[in-house]
């Protein structure tokens, strides 16, 4: 570890505010953006059938920290960098990038859980999804 994955994508005009930069809560839709492409660039969903139920992976801190703005038309880069794993949870950080400078860094930890009759239990993470996330050994 870390296993990483990039996603560009250009800042749309609905995503600005008035004063023309990107709105800080789209930050938050993009690292949810580069989480879900990742998990499908392995297959997966964030979603999946389980055993007893549905699989999914709530989210249990998120943050970000803001070094320059981003304006509709830009490009920008978001890399996702998983920092750890544990027995039941996942943290990455997504970094913003724009032509070469560094825009914001996002941090989420999501825990994996076991979505049945309309409640939320934890999980230990499968090996084979595990496997997937982590990728070959060093």
């Given amino acids: 570890m870390p296993k990483e994955f990039t996603i560009t994508r250009r800042v749309q005009f ?72 544990s027995e039941k949870s996942i943290t990455y950080e997504a970094i913003f990038s724009c032509g070469g400078r560094r825009t914001a860094r996002g941090r989420v930890k999501m825990v994996c859980c076991l979505m049945k009759d309309n409640s939320f239990s934890s999980i230990p993470i499968p090996d084979d999804l595990r496997a997937k996330i982590e990728g070959p050994p060093d």
């Fill in 14 to 85: 609905a995503e600005t505010d008035m004063a023309g930069i990107m709105h800080f809560a789209n930050y938050f839709l993009w690292m949810e953006e580069v989480e879900h492409a990742f998990f499908r660039s392995l297959g997966l969903s964030i979603v999946q059938p389980h055993a007893d139920g549905l699989m999914s992976w709530p989210r249990v801190r998120v943050g970000c920290e803001y070094f320059g703005p981003v304006r509709f038309e830009d490009q920008v880069e978001v890399r996702m960098v998983i920092t750890d794993v």
